[in-house]
T-cell receptor, first 114, second 109 residues
Framework: EAGVTQSPTHLIKTRGQQATLRCSPI?????VYWYQQALGLGLQFLLW???????NRGNFPPRFSGRQFPNYSSELNVNALELEDSALYLC?????????????FGEGSWLTVV | AQRVTQPEKLLSVFKGAPVELKCNYS??????LFWYVQYSRQRLQLLLR??SRESIKGFTADLNKGETSFHLKKPFAQEEDSAMYYC???????????FGTGTRLKVLA
């Protein structure tokens, strides 16, 4: 069974540009989570989608946005990129929004802003 | 507010020594707690969850609601245990999974 897949693996953008990151959850999973893993800061919760709707977002500015498609895949958009947005962006999925479900992570997308 | 605290950024122990990675949480409801591990060049993966009360790779963790802790323990560390460990809290409602900042475990030969 395929795990959570993310693309691209690496992305280099210039400050002020927009970046789009994509995620395909494990087949059958309806919940998708996005986390930012910046150096020394651990995993910071960005967004949670379930059944096509944004269920919650973390403490990030509105230029971080995303969506979930009918097939439950998801994309994360970061507008007006800033240097401090450089980080590993992790996507994870779980079976549904039930409490206590294990979440499964992708390998991440490295975003570098120069 | 819900929070997970891992007070140690780095923990170094010698092979064969006991290991304890600390995790404290803040949550007024009934928590579901997990330990995730990230080995070098691998994706973050589940190590264990408190509701299953199982031992994985010799690691155990007991939920102490009185101390709001979920420390990860292993009696005898192995070099292959060297990795980044994250404690996570799953809650119903708003934030689904909250992670601590992680502890890097280094097991020295």
């Amino acid at each position: 069974e395929a795990g959570v897949t993310q693309s691209p693996t690496h992305l280099i953008k210039t400050r002020g540009q927009q970046a789009t990151l994509r995620c395909s959850p494990i087949s059958g999973h309806t919940s998708v989570y996005w986390y930012q893993q910046a150096l020394g800061l651990g995993l910071q919760f960005l967004l949670w989608y379930d059944e096509g709707e944004e269920r919650n977002r973390g403490n990030f500015p509105p230029r971080f946005s995303g969506r979930q498609f009918p097939n439950y895949s998801s994309e994360l958009n970061v507008n007006a990129l800033e240097l401090e947005d450089s980080a590993l962006y992790l996507c994870a999925s779980s079976l549904d929004r039930g409490t206590g479900n294990t979440i499964y992570f992708g390998e991440g997308s490295w975003l570098t802003v120069v | 507010a819900q929070r997970v605290t891992q007070p140690e950024k780095l923990l170094s122990v010698f092979k064969g020594a006991p290991v304890e990675l600390k995790c404290n949480y803040s949550y007024s409801g009934s928590p579901e707690l997990f330990w995730y591990v990230q080995y070098s060049r691998q994706r973050l993966q589940l190590l264990l969850r408190h509701i299953s009360r199982e031992s994985i790779k010799g690691f155990t963790a007991d939920l102490n609601k009185g101390e709001t802790s979920f420390h990860l323990k292993k009696p005898f560390a192995q070099e292959e245990d060297s990795a980044m460990y994250y404690c996570a809290l799953s809650t119903s409602g708003t934030y689904k999974y909250i992670f601590g900042t992680g502890t890097r475990l280094k097991v020295l030969a």
